[in-house]
């Protein structure tokens, strides 16, 4: 009976609105609680041992249901209660769905979330098991269109710029009930989405000048199933992906392992993500990405993605200020010569300092196993924060990521 609920036994989320809870059966609904439950309406899709998280479109639907349900219970005023199984993994993808929802729309800190979901009767939850090894089956997740292999089994990792998608094939077919496509199946979306660059991982399927005919530019970065990347290729991934005028799509043969392995990089570079960070947030864009030794190789990265972030940032706000400095001197050269006068001697030494470059040496990709002590001196003395980068004070986070804005805008 919902009278019979114990209030005090479940994780408070919102004082008297929502609330969190496990129980063997759901209760029926009152006058003054509303029960509902997640667990059969959203399920993961395992690869291994594996049993989640949840991937991105669920999290979309699930907040938006309960956002909808305090919204409609307002003038009611009834109490909200989720209610998931005894179960420790459904139990786990339940409580990150609530999670969600409260840093998402009710902007609450993740720590404050976790520790209400600890409150009550929830004595803990099981960790998420990581995906052991490669896989031969094709996803049959039917979540987002784009997701749908039938829809080319794509997912966008940072929307706009980063997409991971499975390999295309010499010709669209059905193989043993799994549709595969050719390079000119994906040529609509990647034109109406910007896309100019195409990174293939794996062996060749496919002839790269089909997309070279239809205007992309196509790279091949290979390395073998299963395995981790150089330092050259990583490096060579990245120039690609910061270079490129548009968006980038990477595809292995299933666009989890090495795609996620290379596209993490570059959340850890840019984005300032913990390795750990960087695949929970691939693994729900995108699940089952980043397998085996592949997930060691991104913690063991992490310290010098972020040393070359710095690098990066402080190199683009060095050109940026400099080429702030050549217009404001192109304008003033222009004023003296439209008033018949010789432009000053040391306006014309500036200009021509400001149209050399910075030392090549910025423009070397360091090795990731550098310590941040053996960069350059130059570099070191243009940027003194580098001598100790990334990881923040204590007590002092690091800054918000900004993805999660562009799925859920406020």
Known sequence: MAEDFDQSSAAEIVKDRLYFTALRIKPKNSTFIHFFSSDEDFVYESFYSDFGPLNLAMMFHYCSKVHQRLQSLTTSKKKLVHVTSHDPKKKANAAVLIGAYAVIYLKMDPDDVYRRLLSGNNSGFICFRSVPGPHRHTRRLRLLLLQRVENGDMNWIIPGKLLAFSSPQQR???????????????????????????????????????????????????????????????????????????????????????????????????????????????????????????????????????????????????????????????????????????????????????????????????????????????????????????????????????????????
């Open 172 to 410: 669209s077919r059905v193989d043993n009930g799994y549709p595969l496509h050719a390079p000119e199946a994906f040529f609509p979306f990647f034109r109406q989405h910007r896309v100019t660059d195409v990174v293939r991982l794996n062996k060749k399927l496919y002839d790269a000048r089909r997309f070279e005919s239809a205007g992309f530019t196509h790279h091949d970065l290979f390395f073998l199933d299963g395995s981790t990347p150089s330092d050259l290729i990583v490096r060579r991934f990245l120039h690609v992906c910061e270079s490129a005028p548009g968006a980038v799509a990477v595809h292995c043969k299933a666009g989890l392992g090495r795609t996620g392995t290379l596209i993490g990089c570059y959340l850890m570079k840019h984005f300032l993500f913990t390795a750990a960070e960087a695949m929970a947030w691939m693994r729900i864009c995108r699940p089952g990405s980043v397998i085996g030794p592949q997930q060691n190789f991104l913690l063991s990265k992490q310290q010098s993605l972020w040393v070359q972030g710095d690098v990066f940032r402080s190199k683009q706000k060095l050109q940026n200020q400099r080429q702030i400095r050549k217009q404001q001197l192109q304008r003033r050269d222009d004023t003296s010569t439209n008033q018949n006068h010789r432009p000053e001697p040391m306006s014309r030494l500036l200009n021509a300092v400001d149209d050399l470059s910075i030392s090549n040496g910025l423009h070397k990709s360091y090795s990731y196993d550098e310590a941040p002590s053996s960069l350059p001196l130059y570099l070191l003395q243009v940027n003194p924060a580098l001598l100790a980068p990334s990881p923040p004070p204590p007590g002092k986070p690091r800054p918000p990521r900004s993805l999660s804005t562009w799925i859920f805008p406020s």
